[in-house]
């Protein structure tokens, strides 16, 4: 009888499948279809145990429909298994924790709801945006952080009086953080972004970065608008190359062809969301957590 099987939604598929073999789990494939109207119908592939389910997806674009997924495996899980611990690498919606402009809905409030009705007994996420979107959860949740996996690749890296650099105030602990497992220092500039209109500015002054290779640290990477921001006023502040180190990279709208256009030497992520810069494996810090 299986003791603990891991559930893989179609948008974790490589991530899961590392993970169960690292946790040591009966893997149970997700067969998904998406019909003509948009619905996913889902198939599970494999033994469910009695015991402790792990569903992992992350829920980046397309956003609801990734989330609707989860949600259906969450519930088929429960079915069978007394405990489903629910990993949701990237966790879609975190930005959207308080009401910054009145009537703003908070959708992190109502996906706490959705998580705990549809049968999760816990929540594990990484790097969430700001851990005001846990609060909202009445379930046990936990964030974890991939940084020290990142570190782990740039640690190897032979850089020029490197310099890590927060792209704005908000993410001046996560850079402190960083530089101080890399041994080095760090500044967060000044951002200002138009509520509105989602647009961003560089707000500092200036900044001693002459000659340096510098390390941008976010926590995710959407339109590229934040980087590309920092990326060009450090450029003229005549800093040497550019590295961007995030956890979660969506790269919407070609970001990546833009971000490196700016500037931008090389682009490094976790496989949170799959993709082309997602070099940085972090299974095995979630494998950590959950045992
Ligand atoms: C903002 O507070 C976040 O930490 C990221 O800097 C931001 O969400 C990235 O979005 P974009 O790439 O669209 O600027």
Same mark, same amino acid.
């Not at 509520?195 to 989602?198: A, L, M, N, P, V």
């Not at 979660?248 to 070609?254: D, E, K, Q, V």
């Not at 810069?277 to 494996?281: A, H, L, R």
């Given at each position: 009888m299986t003791k603990l099987s891991v559930i893989c939604g179609k948008a974790s598929e490589d991530l899961g499948k590392k993970l169960a073999r690292k946790v040591k789990a009966n893997l149970v494939r997700a067969d998904v279809r998406i019909f003509p109207d948009g619905e996913s119908k889902i198939t599970l592939d494999g033994e469910i145990s009695k015991k402790k389910s792990i569903v992992i997806q992350s829920t980046y674009p397309p956003v609801d429909t990734n989330l609707i997924q989860i949600l259906s495996m969450i519930s088929k899980a429960k079915e069978t298994s007394s405990e489903v611990v629910t990993v949701i690498p990237y966790m879609g919606? /975190?930005?959207?924790?308080?009401?910054?402009?009145? #009537?703003? %809905?908070?959708?992190m409030k109502v996906l706490a709801k959705l998580f705990k009705g549809a049968g999760a007994s816990e929540i594990i996420a990484v790097d %969430?945006?700001?851990l005001i979107g846990l609060k909202y959860f009445t379930i046990k949740s936990k964030n974890i952080s991939a940084i020290p996996d990142l570190v782990k690749f740039f640690k190897k890296l032979s850089l020029k009086n490197p310099l890590i650099v927060s792209p704005d105030q908000g993410g001046k602990g996560r850079a402190k953080e960083f530089a101080k497992k890399m041994g080095i220092e760090y500044i967060a500039l000044e951002k200002n972004r138009d509520?509105?209109? #989602?647009k961003v500015k560089i707000k500092t !002054? !200036?900044?001693?970065?002459?000659g340096r290779d510098l390390i941008l640290v976010d926590d995710m990477i959407s339109t590229g608008g934040s980087i590309i921001n920092a990326t060009k006023f450090l450029k003229k502040e005549k800093c040497n190359k550019i590295f961007v180190a995030c956890t979660? /990279?969506?790269?919407?709208?070609?970001a990546e062809k833009k971000i490196k256009k700016s500037g931008v030497t090389k682009i490094v992520s976790t496989n949170t969301i799959p993709g082309k810069?997602? %070099?940085?494996?972090v299974s095995d810090t979630i494998a950590k957590a959950i045992v």
């Open positions: 919606y /975190a930005r959207q924790d308080r009401e910054f402009l009145p #009537g703003e %809905i908070v959708t %969430i945006h700001s509520r509105k209109t #989602g !002054k !200036k900044v001693d970065v002459v979660h /990279a969506l790269l919407m709208n070609n810069t997602s %070099i940085v494996d």
